[in-house]
């Protein structure tokens, strides 16, 4: 019997989707024989060369015991006011202050938070990016949200140009992640200050920067990537920046992330959080403290990405000598965007290659649910995502190299019968 007040299509991302289909073959009863290549999450424990160790135990002050603010507390936003300032603003007149920062639990909750206080506007989004956006831009009723496609042939870039583009036809909200969910590529300057160039003064851009330690561009000497850097006064320039501890510090359990912005906005998005979500846990915040300081931050930074740009070196090369097409290797985040065409027919799209997987106790996340839809208002039947998957290199490596056997035996297997069938 239905329950009458229950839409349960409203539920899920896609990433839950897949984790609950692998449910079915049996991923949650025996996880560690899996090997989850579709969690949007990095490896979390303390054994990367040159990473600082995470905190095992913590003090909880008697002070946190009482609600805190909803815009987080005071030490925590000037913390993270000072990063911003010592890594992106050194040489810059206009400074971030606490003011400026709002402290959210996540970054789901901070995007969410902003839709809350946008006016009724055009919304757009780049078509593939980050699964949850569709479920955002699906709840609120101020603003309308608009798909803006980038092209397969240019790697998905997100040129400048197309900015324009779209602001000239009356988007005055422009949302997107950089580094890009799913593809793994970055925009960075001077397109990136050129694209806030465009904005300024025309349009609100919110940047969601939670990759930006994963840049593979510098030599990994540790450079983050962020539109901090372009910002010419804090607080008018309508840039919100939405990062955390979750993934450039390893930490999605502990729910801690925050908004960067001019004050107006933030007072406005740390308001809201009192009928939203409440605010963040107040001793993880206090915990959170000490891992801002900058030279820490610098050298935890240079540590990730020799780490993470050996394990996507690893993927890479063993998915190139199983016949994929790499078209162009990721210059950040943890994910490839893969690219199945010229597999056999039977398992040449998303779907039927994830469902494939599952039989061998790997997961990967279907391309098309990076192709945001979130009025429902278009068929993707015939989406242009329908022939990649993304796959994660954020677990440990022995996880890449069991999901790669995995990945192996699947196409040898459909190679196989393609074969018999033919002879």
Same mark, same amino acid.
């Given at each position: ?82 990063? !911003? #300032?010592?890594?992106?603003?050194? *040489? ?6 606490? $003011? &400026? %920062?709002?402290? =959210? ?108 330690? !994963? #840049?593979?561009?510098?030599?990994? *000497? ?6 901090? $850097? &372009? %910002?010419?006064? =804090? ?123 599952? $039989?061998?106790?790997?997961? =990967? ?59």
């Amino acid at each position: 019997m239905p329950h009458a007040g229950l839409d349960a299509t409203r539920s899920s991302t896609g990433v839950v989707w897949c984790t609950e289909r692998a449910n079915e073959y049996g991923f949650q009863d025996d996880p560690d024989a899996w090997a989850n290549l579709g969690q949007g999450a990095p490896e979390v424990g303390d054994d990367i060369e040159g990473s600082f160790p995470r905190p095992k135990e913590l003090h909880v002050s008697s002070s946190s015991r009482e609600y805190g603010p909803t815009a987080g507390i005071k030490p925590l936003r000037e913390a993270v006011a000072k990063l !911003y #300032n010592e890594m992106h603003r050194k *040489d810059k007149p206009s400074k971030y202050t606490w $003011e &400026n %920062v709002a402290i =959210v639990p996540g970054g789901r909750a901070g995007l969410i938070r902003i839709a809350a206080v946008l006016n009724h506007a055009y919304v757009g989004f780049f078509i593939p990016d980050y699964t949850a956006y569709n479920e955002m831009l699906s709840l609120f009723k101020n603003f309308a949200a608009i798909p803006i496609p980038l092209s397969e042939g240019e790697g998905y870039h997100m040129h400048p140009e197309k900015v324009k583009e779209e602001i000239s036809r009356g988007t005055s909200v422009i949302l997107t992640s950089n580094p890009r969910n799913p593809t793994g590529r970055v925009v960075k300057n001077p397109e990136l200050a050129e694209i806030q160039d465009i904005c300024r003064e025309r349009a609100t851009l919110i940047m969601d920067e939670f990759y930006s330690g !994963y #840049n593979y561009t510098t030599d990994c *000497d540790g450079t983050t990537i962020s539109a901090a $850097e &372009n %910002v010419v006064d =804090v607080d008018e320039d309508d840039v919100l920046i939405v990062d955390g501890l979750t993934k450039r510090f390893r930490l999605p359990g502990w729910r801690v992330a925050w908004i960067v912005g001019p004050k107006e906005f933030i007072k406005a998005i740390g308001s809201c959080g009192s009928y939203l979500d409440g605010g963040t846990n107040v001793p993880f915040q206090e915990a959170a403290i000490p891992m801002l300081e900058p030279e820490k931050v610098k050298r935890e930074m240079q540590a990730l990405q020799r780490h993470f740009k050996e394990k996507r070196d690893y993927v890479v090369d063993r998915l190139q000598r199983m016949g994929f097409k790499i078209k162009n290797v990721p210059d950040s985040t943890f994910y490839l965007w893969l690219d199945l065409k010229g597999l056999p027919t039977e398992i040449a799209d998303g779907l039927n290659f994830f469902s494939a997987c599952l $039989e061998e106790k790997v997961i =990967v996340v279907p391309g098309i649910f990076f192709d945001l839809n979130p009025a429902k208002r278009r068929d993707l039947f015939d989406s242009p995502c329908h022939h990649f998957v993304r796959f994660s290199y954020g677990p440990k490596m022995e996880v890449l190299r069991k999901g790669c056997d995995g990945i192996e035996r699947v196409i040898n297997k459909f190679k196989n019968e393609h074969e018999d069938v033919q002879s």
